[in-house]
């Protein structure tokens, strides 16, 4: 299947910022219809002007994807303006770092209502409206880490394990129906993450990223030739395949592989 994406509607969570505001700017510039979702307003306002100034049609609402009515809110408001809705990016995340064991149950609580459900909020709302029109795609910004997870960032990545997993049922669900599902698995990209996922986690210095970074565009890129043409799974930078295949067939080497990288970046 391939989706033409001028006139197409496209949705996207967290746009005010990083990956989402960048899908944001790339559909437009393919002359798509975009709906623009996250809690900073003012940013969202700010980019409105920019997707105009390509051209485009834009709507903004401010959300909040930790509740499951605004979501909903955020999705019926896109087939108001725009008739349909043809893809859907829930890309809305944050992180949190530390230890396991020193991570309190709330915060743990608050990442998987706002990565995981805000995620699940996404499909609930869009999936009765594209099985409808017959035709649909929903990506799901995932991690690498939601496939090998590493110290210091298990809560994190236990919410992007959980995105891979419901989008793993829901593209066999979806068989047939038209509408496709897909996870995407960024490695480390230049966004305002790290600042955000410093500030979550007391304040204090949470360290380096470890490996290879990416860009946001490079991202957005990935996702737009998703939209277009649907994928089970797409990795931004090809090579963190690699990362995958090494964790399922060996996981004692990928364990001492992360420990090393993660000292590496004085994370323990
Ligand atoms: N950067 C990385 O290294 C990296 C790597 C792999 C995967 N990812 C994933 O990529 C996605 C985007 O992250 P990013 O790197 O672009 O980070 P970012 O620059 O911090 O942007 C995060 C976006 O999510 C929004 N957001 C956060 N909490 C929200 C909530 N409760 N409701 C609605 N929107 C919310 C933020 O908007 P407001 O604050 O205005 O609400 C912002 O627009 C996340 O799912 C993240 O897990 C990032």
Redo the contacts with the bound molecule.
């Keep these: 299947m391939t989706l033409a994406l001028r006139g197409a509607v496209v949705a996207v ?9 960048e899908c944001v700017l790339a559909f437009a510039r393919e002359g798509s219809r975009v709906a623009a ?4 307003l003012d ?1 969202l306002d700010t980019l409105a002007a920019e997707v105009h100034a390509l051209g485009a049609e834009v709507l903004v609402l401010k ?4 509740d499951a009515e605004e979501v909903r809110r955020f999705v019926q408001a896109t087939v108001d303006r725009f008739g349909r809705l043809d893809v859907l990016v829930n ?5 949190v770092r530390g230890r396991v064991e020193d991570t309190p149950a709330a915060a743990y609580e608050r990442l998987m209502r ?2 995981y459900l ?1 995620t699940v909020y996404g499909c609930l709302a869009a999936i009765p409206v594209m099985r409808r029109q017959g035709a649909g795609v929903i990506v799901n ?5 939601g496939h090998r997870s590493l110290p210091t960032g298990g809560a ?1 990545a236990a919410t ?1 394990a959980a995105q891979i997993s419901l989008t793993e049922a829901l593209r066999v669900e979806l068989r047939g129906s038209g509408v496709h599902a897909c996870s995407v698995h ?11 996922t410093a500030r979550e986690s007391g304040g204090e210095d949470v360290a380096g ?1 470890v490996g290879p970074q990416q860009s ?1 565009r490079n991202v957005a890129d990935a996702i737009v030739r998703c939209a277009k043409r649907p994928r089970p799974e797409v990795y931004p930078y090809p090579l963190s395949r690699a990362i995958v295949w090494l964790a399922a067939l060996a996981p004692g080497l990928s364990d001492w592989l992360a420990w090393r990288a993660a000292r590496g970046a004085g994370r323990l």
């Design positions: 969570t967290g746009a005010s910022a990083g990956i989402g505001r979702a996250a809690r900073r940013r959300t909040d994807v930790g890309n809305a995340g944050y992180g706002v990565n805000g910004v995932s991690s690498i880490v994190y992007k960024p490695i480390g990209t230049h966004t305002e993450f790290g600042e955000v990223a946001a």
